[in-house]
């Protein structure tokens, strides 16, 4: 049981490449969610998936696309990278955004953009 | 607009003793609260959490006290150890679920031995 898997650990891109951050969970839980941390800020939500199928825009989607592929893969596309997007990204799911369950978080991928 | 406010970035104990941190929420609408704990390169890890009905909630040596009247929240460690030695954040969630978490800047705890 490897809980939530993030692929790359580490990137850097240069200004106006494009990438694709990879998540997976094996915990089968129906929403799954990616953040940001900047340093000395806190966790900041780009996208969610509540359930598979839908997705939804948190408090920082600009720049970003997102895919829930199945039950268990949600993954975050940067189109044109810019140094704005330096950051550390996380992964997280929950076995339903509707009630109260913790999410529980990847190890992360360290992006930089130069 | 920073709903979430963690005033102290960092704390300091000796092992042993007692580590007190504090969150502040402006948010009324929050209805339930968590506490995560963060090593360096890894990701969170949930510690405990407390609905908005409850003021006390204990798990071992973490209690965690919550004071709406003041949206005041307040996670107890005792004893300190020198593996609690991470970053904490306050994390809390508007009525619906746990969807939209909104999250403090974080401290980090350093437990001397």
């Known amino acids: 049981n490897a809980g939530v898997t993030q692929t790359p650990k580490f990137q850097v891109l240069k200004t106006g490449q494009s990438m694709t951050l990879q998540c997976a969970q094996d915990?089968?839980?129906?929403?799954m969610y990616w953040y940001r941390q900047d340093p000395g800020m806190g966790l900041r939500l780009i996208y969610y998936?509540?359930?598979?199928?839908?997705?939804d825009k948190g408090e920082v989607p600009n720049g970003y696309n997102v895919s829930r592929l199945n039950k268990r893969e949600f993954s975050l596309r940067l189109e044109s990278a810019a140094p704005s997007q330096t950051s550390v990204y996380f992964c997280?799911?929950?076995?339903?955004?509707?009630?109260?369950?913790?999410?529980?978080f990847g190890p992360g991928t360290r992006l930089t953009v130069l | 607009d920073q709903q979430v406010k963690q005033n102290s970035p960092s704390l300091s104990v000796q092992e042993g003793r007692i580590s007190i941190l504090n969150c502040d929420y402006t948010?009324?609408?929050?209805?339930?609260f968590l506490w995560y704990k963060k090593y360096p390169a890894e990701g969170p890890t949930f510690l405990i959490s407390?609905?908005?009905?409850?003021d006390k909630n204990e798990d071992g040596r973490f209690t965690v006290f919550l004071n709406k009247s003041a949206k005041h929240l307040s996670l107890h460690i005792v004893p300190s150890q020198p593996g609690d030695s991470a970053v904490y954040f306050c994390?809390?969630?508007?009525?619906?679920?746990?969807?939209?978490?909104?999250f403090g800047k974080g401290t980090k705890l350093t437990v001397n031995p």
């Open positions: 997280a799911s929950t076995r339903d955004s509707r009630s109260y369950n913790e999410q529980f």
């Open positions: 915990m089968n839980h129906n929403s």
């Open positions: 998936s509540a359930s598979e199928g839908t997705t």
């Open positions: 948010n009324s609408m929050f209805d339930y």
């Open positions: 407390i609905s908005s009905i409850k």
């Open positions: 994390a809390a969630t508007l009525q619906g679920g746990s969807e939209k978490l909104v």
